[in-house]
């Protein structure tokens, strides 16, 4: 409580803080969240989450759909990059199935990946911007996600909610289109990301409003679960994609940015210079694409004919092909049983999926790990003490997403 | 804490005398917003500009006929049952004698009805067909006025018959070819 604390007549039930309801609908919270904030004047005393307001028992359903059915629901957990979403869905359900894909599968995985890492942490960082009162670098980038949107347009036909690759590969060989699309990324983003770092990043009004702001302590964020971004930003390069490799990481090399004290700043730093390692990243992917030859240069999928569906054209004239074709959207085929966790470095922090499976045509039970999820339960401490204003900039900077959180 | 070898500290060096000063700091956010005033511009006049969609884009559903003019759906069902928002519902009919020019197989389906308010077209209803007969176009964004108005039946859904319109029909045809 700061000095010039208003002081009430012994006795008196007058609260001497104000209630404040941030959210669930507000145009601050970026998503359906609610803050309820004691506040005394400026400043945070106390504040209380919750959550559910976008719940939509995804866990719950999945234990009624086959396995393909289950990759729309997963579109819509971080729906900044939901390509990213249906991929740690489709490892989790090869892993059980054990299917192993083909390293061109394994790139194109890749090369799709970063790009939603890039347009995640694009959103993130320029709102970050925006919510310190520099809508300018938000207006100026959003024009580039929208070539990233165009390249997912191509291969799958949608744009936010993706249903992207089907379990065993893609739905279909990426076009000449997407590649001269990605290509075309690659060409205009660096200078793109450039000018977003020369607006932001030493603009002493950006870093006089972010420095300090909302800090956490390695131990602390490790304490809570912290992954991704907001745990490299405490100091600890913690990574999926180098501890655990999946979709063959391991041959690529990039490096793991690392912040000190975990404030704002440092997890905009953090996640500015991850764009830069995942265009590297999708940059080695090109190269390695071609070098592919011959008949592995339009390998697409893997060969799984119990879970992935066969060509249209047998489907229309082969008896076999239409039996298999009924069984697999029937979704009539049994899983082997076991239990499996898979966890990839979504642009939020390990998104994990844990299904056990009892042998039947649906999961027996389904558990998403979100990161988002765990985020939220250290926003109390985070912006106590702190201003009102500081409350919304950890909150973007976070990058909490709503959808992620609820499931 | 160190878990890797390939960790890289962010540059957080203190601000210097330069980045000190208010007025570069305004002076280069104005630059590049003097900049942008001269670029070329990045929106379009939707609705009277359309950009142009990829070419497996998904949008709004279609039902195909065959180049008669018959309905290719058989109502087997497979589309509402891949469907995972549970969007689809019909009932199938069989074909009398006489009928031979309007549907294709035996079985057809007597009502057919999309829900675009629960569609999140995710596109499996195209994939699971097996009769060639449910495409999704490159039309979206529909609007009504109520809701009932948005449960799209049979006729809605249906391409142009060949024989009443052979333009319609072409128009159709090719965007499904794309596919
Ligand atoms: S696009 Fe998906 S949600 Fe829509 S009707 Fe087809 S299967 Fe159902
Ligand atoms: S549209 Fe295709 S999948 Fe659906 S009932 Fe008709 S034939 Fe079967």
């Known amino acids: ?407 | 804490m160190q878990l890797t070898n390939r960790a890289k500290p962010v540059d957080r060096r203190p601000m210097n005398a330069i980045e000190r000063l208010y007025l570069w700091n305004i002076l280069k956010g104005m630059m590049i917003t003097i900049r942008h005033f001269f670029k070329k511009k990045a929106t379009i006049q939707y609705p009277e500009q359309k950009r142009p969609f990829s070419q497996v884009f998904r949008g709004l559903h279609i039902l195909n006929r065959d180049e008669e003019g018959r309905e290719r759906c058989t109502a087997c069902g497979l589309c509402a049952v891949a469907c995972p928002a549970e969007a689809i519902t019909m009932e199938a009919a069989e074909r009398e004698p006489g009928e031979e020019n309007l549907y294709r197989e035996e079985k057809y389906a007597a009502r057919y009805e999309i829900n675009m308010l629960r569609c999140i077209f995710c596109g499996y209803c195209e994939e699971a067909c097996p009769k060639d007969a449910i495409y999704l176009s490159q039309t979206f964004a529909p609007a009504n006025y109520g809701r009932s108005g948005f449960i799209y039946k049979k006729q809605d859904l249906l391409i142009p018959n060949p024989v009443e319109d052979p333009e319609g029909f072409k128009k159709a045809q090719g965007e499904i070819a794309r596919k």
């Open chain 1, 1 to 407: 409580m700061s000095e010039q604390h208003i002081k009430l007549p012994e006795g008196s039930i007058e609260k001497t803080t104000t209630t404040l309801n941030l959210g669930p609908t507000h145009p601050a919270t970026h998503g359906v969240m609610q803050n309820i904030l004691e506040l005394d004047g400026e400043r945070i005393v106390s504040t209380e989450q919750t959550i559910g307001y976008i719940h939509r028992a995804f866990e719950k359903i999945a234990e009624r759909r086959p396995l393909y059915q289950i990759t729309p629901l997963t579109d819509r957990l971080n729906y900044c990059s939901a390509p990213l979403n249906n991929m740690g869905w489709h490892l989790t359900c090869e892993k059980l199935l054990g299917v192993s894909t083909p390293k061109r599968v394994d790139y194109l995985r890749v090369i799709v990946m970063e790009l939603a890492r890039i347009s995640d942490h694009l959103i993130c960082n320029s709102i970050v911007g925006v919510d310190s009162g520099a809508y300018t670098g938000f207006l100026y980038v959003m024009q580039y996600r929208e070539l990233i949107y165009e390249i997912y347009e191509e291969i799958c036909g949608s744009r936010l909610t993706t249903n992207i690759g089907r379990i065993g590969g893609f739905e279909r060989n990426f076009n000449d289109i997407a590649f001269q699309k990605i290509e075309k990324f690659l060409d205009e983003y660096p200078r793109v990301l450039k000018e977003f770092e020369n607006l932001f990043t030493r603009n002493r009004i950006f870093m006089d409003r972010l420095i300090g702001a909302g800090p956490i302590s390695a131990e602390r964020a490790l304490n809570y679960g912290f992954t991704g971004p907001n745990l490299r930003a405490a100091g600890v390069d913690y990574d999926v994609r180098i501890s655990n490799p999946y979709s063959s990481y391991q041959d690529f090399d990039f490096s793991v940015p690392v912040g000190t004290t975990g404030d704002c700043y440092d997890r905009f730093l953090v996640r500015n210079e991850e764009m830069w390692q995942s265009l590297s990243i999708i940059r080695q992917a090109m190269q390695k694409l071609t070098e592919f030859k011959g008949a592995e240069a339009d390998v697409y999928h893997a060969d799984v004919p119990e879970y992935y569906l066969p060509k249209k054209e047998d489907v229309y004239t082969k008896m076999e092909a239409l039996i298999w074709h009924f069984k697999i959207i029937m979704g009539e085929i049994d899983m082997p049983k076991g239990e499996v966790y898979h966890s990839i470095e979504a642009a939020n922090g390990e998104l994990g999926y844990y299904m056990i499976s009892d042998g039947g045509r649906a999961p027996a039970r389904l558990h998403f790990r979100r990161p988002c999820f765990i985020y939220y339960q250290a926003y109390e401490e985070l912006t106590k003490g702190s201003m009102l204003s500081d409350a919304i900039i950890v909150m973007s900077s976070l990058n909490l997403i709503a959808g992620e959180m609820d499931a």
